[in-house]
């Protein structure tokens, strides 16, 4: 049997990871992203520099990025003895995709929107408890980076309990890697002190 229908999926899935809807939507607004705010092209950074209306749009774009690829792949191999390894594929190749896109000489975001489509697609009951987790975290600590680093470290673990399939959890895994190595300079500036606290940039953009 030919793998090619199989292999089409983390392909496609990459590809369309690779968009970078930040990007194209500040720069339809005449804005070079990456030379304001953090220069991240993902929605929080969108929303730092173009208001909240485009970081959410932006965040249901990147979003869809990792939950359509899922969902197709869920309902054209269902029932397939490997269903679970072509979606483990599939999930992390749109968020390599927008972590190294293709189309922006292998940079990209941060991964945190696009990993929460994969997994809304292959356990949406993990991420309910996810976002809840991320919630009460930056309501905490005001940083997102905290957020999403604690919610990748803690997906494997959810994943585990709610969907137990190794190749999911495998997946889980990777993606909480690339997430912290996509993480690596906030990090750093955490630990320097210099990590932009969310909470009090909202009150400042609030004040003008």
């Not at 392909?11 to 030379?35: E, M, N, Q, T, V």
């Amino acid at each position: 049997m030919s793998l090619l229908p199989q292999i089409i999926w983390p392909i496609g899935s990459y590809l369309l990871g690779s968009i970078p809807f930040g990007l194209l939507l500040a720069h339809c607004k005449g804005i070079a992203l990456r030379k304001h705010g953090s220069g991240n092209i993902g929605a929080t950074n969108v929303a730092r520099v173009m208001g909240k209306g485009w970081g959410l749009l932006t965040l249901a774009a990147d979003l869809a990025k990792g939950l359509l690829p899922v969902l197709g792949c869920i309902w054209v191999m269902a029932g397939a003895a490997d269903i679970d390894l072509w979606i483990a594929f599939t999930g992390l190749g749109a968020v390599m995709g927008h972590c190294y896109s293709i189309f922006f000489r292998f940079r990209g975001g941060k991964g945190v929107a696009t990993a929460s489509g994969v997994f809304l697609g292959v356990c949406p009951f993990a991420v309910g408890v996810a976002v809840f987790t991320f919630i009460v975290v930056l309501k905490k600590w005001g940083y997102v980076s905290v957020g999403s680093l604690s919610v990748a470290l803690f997906m494997p673990i959810l994943m585990h309990f709610f969907c137990p399939a190794y190749e999911l959890e495998l997946m889980a895994w990777g993606i909480t890697f690339v997430i912290w190595i996509r993480h690596r300079d906030n990090i750093k500036r955490l630990i320097e002190g210099k990590e932009k606290d969310w909470k009090r940039e909202s009150r400042v953009s609030n004040s003008h």
